[in-house]
């Protein structure tokens, strides 16, 4: 039986050729680059969170990983604790060790690279209790690894899990694992609400927006959604060239928040593997120019260090650590 393969938004393509790939690694040993700055890391506020089961936070781990605190659920986004991925090395510390994150009720995966679904950390967190939510067509391979509990969502499709509403959304991105399995998943990001009508006006409107490259799908996020806050990636973006289909750059990232009118950004996906050429310091000194070059307020971007916990108040006010 064919496998099914799943496409972006007007079938825009991420492939790439095998001279594409050459031409990459050959400008990629010319550069010099300069990797000094490592992201910094803040001691967790590990008794706070394991305490708080009322208010809305976000905790960020490192790369796509957040720990979020959302309708007295604790969540995990796209988990990676690994030292190394493939032959890159890891470029900080989790922000939290994951032998000491509170009790998980629920992951979720915006698709299906090791950079986003990394088994071994899955295996760590979860739990009779906890609920795995990956795109369409991966719940087969999840559940051959022994998590049960687990449910596949397609675009635009809403589900309820406790006092949250869950919502797949579209990305521009593509999957693969091994060679044979390009593009048997699908890829997105998730809003979650409030399911419970009393609570909307105290919890924020999240949207966790997974990996992309720009897309019109961004407006139609935001025509769709009234977002509060938006975890965006802003990394793995050079060269431009190749990476533009599959990753947004700074630029598209401060678009895409425009996009969705969102009122805060956090940007991720960023410092913490050598996934392309760009570096932590070009990264958040572009998003840093573009907002100004927007006139986009200065405490709209939530730059967190890794360990970092943003508490989200009522009305979407916000707290450092």
Wanted: hydrophobic content about 35%.
């Amino acid at each position: 039986m064919p496998k099914t393969r799943y496409h972006n938004v007007d079938n825009v393509s991420t492939d790439k050729t095998l001279k594409e790939f050459r031409q990459w690694r050959e400008e990629r040993r010319r550069k010099k680059k300069d990797y000094s700055y490592v992201v910094p890391n803040t001691p967790p506020r590990l008794s706070y969170l394991s305490e708080n089961s009322l208010e809305s936070t976000i905790t960020w781990i490192g790369h796509s990983t957040f720990f979020l605190q959302y309708e007295g659920m604790n969540i995990i986004t796209d988990p990676i604790w690994a030292r190394r991925l493939g032959f890159e090395k890891r470029l900080g510390q989790p922000g939290i060790p994951i032998s000491e994150v509170p009790p998980i009720d629920l992951i979720l995966i915006s698709h299906s690279h090791y950079d986003h679904l990394h088994i071994a950390s899955i295996r760590k967190l979860y739990r009779a209790g906890t609920t795995l939510v990956v795109p369409v067509g991966l719940k087969r391979k999840m559940l051959r690894k022994g998590f049960r509990n687990c449910m596949e969502m397609e675009w635009w499709q809403e589900i309820k899990l406790g006092k949250i509403k869950l919502t797949f959304v579209p990305t521009q991105h593509w999957t693969r694992r091994t060679p044979w399995d390009t593009n048997t998943s699908h890829w997105g990001g998730y809003i979650l609400e409030p399911a419970e009508s009393e609570n909307k006006r105290l919890s924020p409107n999240l949207y966790f927006a997974g990996d992309s490259g720009y897309f019109p799908g961004f407006k139609e996020i935001g025509n769709r959604y009234k977002i509060d806050i938006a975890l965006m990636p802003i990394g793995a973006y050079e060269p431009e060239w190749f990476m533009t289909s599959q990753h947004v750059n700074p630029e598209e990232a401060i678009q895409a928040f425009l996009d969705v009118g969102a009122e805060t950004m956090i940007p991720m996906h960023y410092g913490t593997f050598r996934l392309a050429d760009d570096t932590a310091r070009e990264a958040l000194d572009r998003m840093e120019s573009a907002r100004v070059k927007h006139g986009i307020s200065e405490n709209r971007i939530r730059t967190l260090s890794y360990g970092e916990t943003l508490v989200v108040q009522s009305e979407n006010r916000t707290s450092g650590q």
